[in-house]
């Protein structure tokens, strides 16, 4: 079956540690991104990635870092800078070689706990 | 003001009711509206996928837009427990050949037997 994985489903670090979160899809999906999700609030972009080797950053980006060094794969690492890393991660992806406008497919997410 | 607004519930009713979910948006470049499902620690699955004003019907949903006042509206008939989930409403934008999709806070709804 097709589709997104994402791990660890739940994650717990203490606070000063980097922790990096792994995505991957086998798709063969061109475009992939990272959201983060927090209660009473829309996702909210934190990277993108359009083509291997390439990235960009979204919405909220600072504290955040990515690699995209495999077609099918898009690490995460939550820095230390991050002020409030505590929230639900999801990585999706897109075939943008198909349209612009292809919706999006999503992992189930990793919950990460930083004490 | 938020490019997309959604009211984010708790919506509860009985089972076999008519549901409506609604979201505004701001910006009249927008062109795609999308509406996600999302079950309690999932990810988003895409539900209605729509491009110009008017309705769309996919079994017991029906995705609604209205442009002329920057509406889009998702009702669900008939329903079921099992549709007890958030429903994220979003569109897209096309930015420096990015296709950059907007979400809304979402709305919970909860189906009661």
């Known amino acids: 079956d097709g589709g997104i994985t994402q791990s660890p489903k739940y994650l717990f670090r203490k606070e000063g540690q980097n922790v990096t979160l792994s995505c991957e899809q086998n798709?063969?999906?061109?475009?992939m991104y990272w959201y983060r999700q927090d209660p009473g609030q829309g996702l909210r972009l934190i990277y993108y990635?359009?083509?291997?080797?390439?990235?960009q950053k979204g919405d909220i980006a600072e504290g955040y870092s990515v690699s995209r060094e495999k077609k099918e794969s898009f690490p995460l690492t939550v820095t230390s800078a991050q002020k409030n890393p505590t929230a639900f991660y999801l990585c999706a992806s897109s075939d943008r070689g198909s349209s612009y406008n292809s919706p999006l497919h999503f992992g189930n997410g990793t919950r990460l706990t930083v004490t | 003001q938020k490019e997309v607004e959604q009211d984010p519930g708790p919506l509860s009713v009985p089972e076999g009711a008519i549901v409506s979910l609604n979201c505004t948006y701001s910006n009249s470049a927008f062109q795609y509206f999308m509406w996600y499902r999302q079950y309690s620690r999932k990810g988003p699955e895409l539900l209605m996928y729509?491009?110009?004003?008017g309705n769309k019907e996919d079994g017991r949903f029906t995705a609604q837009v209205d442009k002329s006042s920057k509406y889009i509206s998702l009702f669900i008939r008939d329903s079921q427990p099992s549709d007890s989930a958030t429903y994220l409403c979003?569109?897209?934008?096309?930015?420096?050949?990015?296709?950059?999709?907007?979400f809304g806070a979402g709305t919970r709804l909860a189906v009661h037997p």
């Open positions: 729509t491009y110009s004003s």
């Open positions: 990635s359009q083509i291997v080797n390439d990235f």
């Open positions: 798709l063969n999906h061109d475009a």
């Open positions: 979003a569109t897209n934008l096309l930015s420096g050949g990015y296709n950059k999709l907007i």
